[in-house]
């Protein structure tokens, strides 16, 4: 019997770990034909014996994907004699039948197949690899089925903003087409299930989804099967979501179950209780991050099926895909500011132009990644001055030259304490092992003398001053690092009450949320009474 053209598929990984790597049932486990000891060594047809060898040979990745592999129909009555045969290559362990789901190039309509796999020579073969090609076309399987779902989002009519309107009212929507589990109804159809391992049928179903949910492009929802949320709609349909939860769907579960109210006082301290994703200048973003979680934990609390488990389960999906794009935005905006620091910084025009300081909580948001970044730049110069008024980021690049000028810049600017000339000393003391280096220049270290004196003169005895103003200054760079260490020190307790304050920011943000939730609830359960 001659073997069907199978089509051509990208390629995919050669191992499966994570979840699946305990995965290893016995039917997997076949055996080459020279496993056998010499006098035991079965012989079968001239058929058989090429199906053997062109099965042991073409179990890889390279013949499944260049269609190599032999394949078979699978809903169609094979020939008596070939089925007889192959059955007992089959049953000695020698050959493995495993259905394979695909579209029609022409009419994308969804066929299936039977690939049949063999082991190579026990001397060259992997015993891994008939594993590696049974979870490829598993794979291969639920990419066809997740793109067939896709496709049929549209054929059904399916509309996601009415699909929300009735699972926030504990209906099941209605739709042109009826869902139709398509893996199960292909599966279904194979005429000789006798040719594959009992649980294989079963293991194989199950993978298929696992694989289509593992992608997470597809919901599997129990009221109207597979639904998929375009990137695109995420934001609109999160703003949809958000009232339908608030004014529909939990006013009527608490009125139905009032002991849920405490429950859903109870995930919200819960979701709380982890600050990591509470410090951030956008309240939207806050609540997309809160509503994720408690989506998730409500699908679980519904039972995982039913028009509001549904609900729940897409309004996770939806509230994380609007999240996602929202974070990839703010990491777009911070690296674009990134990038315009360093462009700054690195070739504006004249010395203290490239000196810049950027306001935190103001300029930049307190969690921003630009702060992580340029401090952890070799490029760059930074340090962060913790004052009364708030916190400031202060950067210049790196360059011995540059740095002279700037020393000269402010020493013939400023004669007087300003946070300029300040949290420059401050930055280039926090940074010795590149300052004493510079210092070894007398141009600079005069430099660095008179700008640590002009700034830190007030801090200095009488007797400092007076030595300073007679021309005595051989001690004076000493003084500036003992007042700079000074500085640094108490800097080191400002930074505490900034981190503090930042704390008392978060917990009075937990308790506004924490209470909105409680006043929810009660404006729930009095509207009942």
């Given at each position: 019997m001659k073997t069907m053209t199978t089509p051509d598929q990208q390629n995919q990984p050669n191992t499966e770990f994570g979840k699946f790597a305990s995965f290893r049932p016995v039917y997997l486990q076949i055996k080459s034909k020279d496993s056998y000891p010499n006098d035991e060594r079965p012989y079968f047809s001239p058929e058989m014996e090429r199906l053997l060898l062109l099965a042991g040979e073409s179990t890889n990745s390279e013949g499944l994907n260049s269609g190599k592999i032999p394949a078979y129909p699978?809903?169609?009555?094979?020939?008596?004699?070939?089925?007889e045969e192959i059955s007992e290559l089959i049953s000695k362990g020698l050959l493995l039948v495993v259905p394979r789901i695909y579209a029609k190039k022409n009419t994308g309509e969804l066929e299936i197949l039977l690939h049949v796999l063999g082991a190579k020579s026990s001397k060259k073969g992997?015993?891994?690899t008939v594993r590696d090609i049974f979870f490829q076309i598993a794979r291969k399987s639920a990419g066809t089925i997740r793109n067939f779902e896709i496709t049929s989002q549209n054929d059904r009519e399916i509309v996601l903003n009415e699909v929300l309107y009735s699972l926030a009212d504990g209906n099941i929507p209605h739709f042109k087409y009826a869902y139709t589990d398509k893996a199960k109804e292909l599966l279904g159809k194979i005429y000789h299930k006798n040719l594959m391992h009992k649980d294989l049928l079963d293991d194989y179903y199950k993978l298929i989804h696992s694989f289509i949910q593992e992608e997470e492009i597809l919901t599997r929802t129990s009221t109207c099967g597979y639904l998929h949320v375009p990137d695109q709609d995420?934001?609109?349909l999160f703003?949809?979501?958000?009232?339908?939860?608030?004014?529909?769907v939990i006013p009527k579960l608490v009125t139905e179950n009032p002991k849920l109210a405490e429950q859903l006082i109870s995930i919200r301290e819960t979701i709380l209780s982890d600050e990591s994703g509470l410090l951030n200048n956008d309240p939207l973003l806050i609540r997309k991050s809160i509503y994720s979680e408690e989506f998730a934990k409500l699908t679980q609390l519904s039972g995982?099926?039913?028009p509001y488990s549904d609900f729940f389960r897409l309004s996770r999906v939806i509230s994380q895909k609007s999240l996602e794009s929202d974070m990839f935005l703010k990491g777009a905006r911070e690296k674009s500011v990134e990038n315009g620091l360093k462009k700054v910084a690195l070739s504006g025009k004249g010395a203290m132009a490239r000196?810049?300081?950027?306001?935190?909580?103001?300029?930049?948001p307190f969690d921003s990644e630009v702060i992580k970044s340029v401090q952890h730049d070799s490029s760059l110069l930074s340090c962060i001055y913790y004052g009364s008024e708030g916190s400031e980021l202060f950067i210049c690049p790196?360059?011995?030259?540059l740095i002279k000028n700037m020393l000269r810049e402010l020493s013939e600017r400023f004669a007087f304490y300003n946070m300029t000339s300040l949290s420059f000393l401050l930055m280039l003391f926090k940074n010795k092992d590149k300052l004493l280096p510079l210092l070894s220049d007398e141009s600079a270290a005069e430099d660095f003398r008179n700008v640590g004196y002009s700034c830190l003169a007030h801090t200095f005895p009488w007797y400092r001053r007076l030595a300073f103003f007679l021309g005595f200054k051989g001690n004076m760079l000493s003084d500036v690092f003992r007042e700079l260490g000074d500085i640094q020190y108490h800097q080191m307790g400002e930074k505490l009450k900034f981190e503090e304050k930042i704390s008392a920011i978060k917990q009075k943000l937990k308790e506004e949320l924490i209470v909105e939730v409680r006043e929810h609830m009660a404006g729930i359960l009095e509207g009942k009474s």
């Open positions: 699978a809903i169609t009555e094979l020939d008596y004699k070939f089925v992997n015993p891994e995420a934001d609109t703003t949809q979501i958000s009232e339908l939860y608030e004014k529909r995982n099926k039913g000196y810049m300081s950027l306001s935190i909580g103001k300029d930049l790196w360059d011995k030259v």
